[in-house]
């Protein structure tokens, strides 16, 4: 596969729907709109991303991302809280493409969208390429993490708030 074809994937709707919905299977709830605004920014920045595929079922927001990780690409030990430093500023570059995704979903009959997102057909990671699988796999574990918190204890530790 080129860098081409692997663009073309990366930022296809349809792709980029099957990530939202690895999330709202890991979720295991219905989920609040707002919450899967943030699905996109954080998956597909690669750092958070590749924190998230050392995720567990147990995993929580404070074991992946505070921890002090060495970052070869940065030459030096950062709190992997930085890994997440990029959602601000990536979250309006998904908003469209986020919307685009759940109009994808309801279509196939995935989810149903109503005051929450309620997901009506699980998706299995495990069950995908593995050169993609990552994407798959960290999503779903957003999911676990994001299931067990409030989305204003993610913001703030992110220290950002946004308006859904």
Aim: proline share 2%; glycine share 2%.
């Amino acid at each position: 596969m080129n860098i081409q074809h692997i663009e073309t994937l990366m930022y296809n709707p349809f792709f980029l729907s099957k990530i939202i919905q690895s999330f709202l299977t890991g979720y295991k709830k219905e989920a609040d709109l707002k919450t899967i605004f943030y699905v996109l920014p954080i998956i597909m920045y690669k750092d958070s991303r590749d924190r998230l595929n050392t995720a567990r079922i147990d995993s929580t927001l404070y074991s992946i991302f505070l921890r002090e990780v060495e970052f070869t690409d940065y030459n030096s030990k950062l709190n992997s809280k930085f890994t997440l430093s990029q959602v601000a500023e990536l979250f309006e570059e998904y908003i469209d493409t986020t919307k685009k995704c759940l109009l994808i979903l309801g279509s196939q009959k995935s989810i149903q969208i109503k005051e929450k997102i309620v997901l009506l057909e699980q998706f299995d990671y495990k069950k995908t390429p593995p050169s993609i699988r990552e994407y798959f796999k960290s999503s779903h574990y957003l999911g676990v993490i994001f299931g067990n918190i409030e989305i204003l204890e993610l913001e703030n530790f992110l220290e950002i708030h946004i308006e859904a």
